[in-house]
């Protein structure tokens, strides 16, 4: 098998392991493992693979986290070619770690490569990755209730040019960050702005890729959502301003009372949630419907008000699956059902969260045992 530049098969790299001299203490890992919030402590190492056009991927190592040196002219820091990932590993009742469908962020890895014109990692690079990092700080699985191990594969430009094109240079890092619930509290339903002025992804662009820009472009309209209190942005589809496409960060289901599902389609502007397409499974499985197919925000409204509408609610890796119990915009804001947690929402969100602990059986082979 070869890669982009016609390099060697990379996918069986052996990672250079030098454990850091100076990790934190056990004290201090310990008191920040009980309460170490959402994205903002990080375990003591990282992976990082490097790739050079016409020798492929190579220097695999895990080594201290520490910050990177990088050229001023690294082509990332102008022209943004970065692309990242984000799963969890979990404990499983018998103490082992385990990833949730790591195999998919492989994928989804992958696809926003092709995206952004940058080369793709092997699957069994990804993971193989992954695996030897957990391996190695896997004492800072957080004691606290819910918590997990966030692990954030990422890519980006180093190759130092200031010529638009696609890098010849690339880093290839994997850093983790234990973490307990997304939302502080626990929000048991949040509340979505529609916004009006902002649109995340056009036609043709790239919306369903996992690339840094996505997320830059999205911070406005989150600043928005948060003046008017809300917690999250919904955002509407680019050419109408009509149609439900995804919050920030989450995808979006709408559930009816003849207790069918209804979910935007995969048109191209949308990121493909693993969770998305898992809550899917789990409600056919159960013989519900779903339907992937557009719904309107004047449907929404009116759907929510007639009560033909009863619950809606947001999924993605961080906070799993969110009940939300308000919309609002410039015209006014409606309640889903009670404005809280409904059945059906509770009901997927515990059956996805038991196979992921390995509290109920794994039927769809969807974890992946760490040891
Ligand atoms: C824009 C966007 N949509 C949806 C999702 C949900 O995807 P997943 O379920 O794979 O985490 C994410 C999170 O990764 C996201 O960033």
Redesign the pocket.
Known sequence: MTDRAGAKDSSSLEFAISRRADAVPVAERTRILADPGFGRVFTDHMAIVRYTEGRGWHSAEITARKPLLLDPAAAVLHYAQEIFE?LKAYRLGDGTLAMFRPDANARRFQQSAKRLAMPELPAELFINSIREVVDVDRDWFPTVDGGSLYIRPFMFASEAFLGVKPASEYLYLVIISPVGGYFKGGSPAVSIWVSQDYTRAAPGGTGAA?CGGNYASSLVAQAEATKHGCDQVVFLDAAEHKWLE?L????VFLVFEDGTLQTPPLSGTI?A????DSVMTLARAEGLTVREEPYSIDQWRSDAKSGRLTESFA???AAVVTPIGKVASPSGEFKIGAGGPGQLTTRLKQKLVDIQHGVAPDPHGWVYKLG
């Open positions: 984000g996992k995804e920030g960060g989450m995808n990121l949630g693993i969770t998305r999924c993605g890796t």
